[in-house]
């Protein structure tokens, strides 16, 4: 029996999100739409640039446990916090949610990591991360038990940016694979795909990673390809599943020869979409480990990226549970 349905294994970031208009994006050399890494003096610089500001406890694969947990199943994540304000923040929150988490902090030095989002006009969120304390993940902060006791340990590609990170996952996926449990992962952003693409494909074509979630342009970054056709062909020759989401369009499942079109949840407009992938994979998680088809899977996923998108703020506020059960989906 398994004692978790989702690990997650993610940066622990605390996200600091305010609006702006697309010039102070331009005027301060910020990729929109990306995520951006920055230094501590850079992140300085950021902030007191801002204006009114919301925090809110985030990180990508801390906020997929954070969803999984909404929708009433069983999340754990392995994340590095500092000892500091922020920390005890992060901690608070994904605790507060249901999660499973005990990595501990060392010293406050580096600090917690932090994310300045700002938010343009049309909802597209622009991330610029100092990684702080995340870079320390390592081996030692594995729970192996952690990692026997859940159905499925989905890992975020950003991690790919703090060295001893990846020595972790490979740590993770080699007790999850012996303990006939199956390895995830998201491949984050395109311009993360671009650092990392023959590593990434080596995790999936290697079997390490069983499972990838991307979004579209995620994949034909991938496979340095226009023809999303291909792209999905490629991907579900390297990968027992994968999902990948299409905005507005939906998304799609892939799994050898199959093809499953999800439709994007219906909704007059897109407050943030910061968070939007993140709770896909976790509605489509929860929908997996508990066994439900495929299309269940991805629809669950959307109704989930759906509600966040209507909400500042990278966790949901509304009850992902109730939603599904009103869908009929759970």
Known sequence: ??????????????????????????????????????????????????????????????????????????????????????????????????????????????PTARSMIFITPDGERSMNTYLGACVDLGPEHVEPQIVADSKVTYFEGYLWDPPRAKEAIRECARIAHENGREVSMTLSDSFCVDRYRDEFLDLMRSGTVDIVFANKQEALALYQTDDFEAALTQIAADCKLAAVTLSEDGAVIVRGEERIKVDALKIDSVVDSTGAGDLFASGFLVGYTSGKSLDVCGRLGCLAAGIVIQQIGPRP?????????AAGLI
């Open 1 to 110: 029996m398994s004692k978790f349905d989702v690990l997650t294994i993610g940066n622990a970031i605390v996200d600091i999100l305010s609006r702006c208009e697309d010039r102070f994006l331009d005027e301060n050399g910020i990729i929109k739409g990306a995520m951006n890494l920055i230094d501590a003096d850079r992140a300085e610089l950021l902030y007191s640039l801002m204006g009114p500001a919301h925090e809110a406890s985030g990180g990508s694969a801390g906020n997929t446990a954070a969803g999984v947990a909404n929708f009433g199943a069983r999340a754990a994540y392995f994340g590095k916090v500092a000892e500091d304000e922020l920390g005890k923040i992060f901690q608070h929150d994904i605790r507060a949610q249901g999660v499973h988490y005990q990595t501990l902090p060392d010293g406050t030095v580096p």
């Open 317 to 325: 506020m509304a009850s992902l549970k109730a939603a599904g059960e």
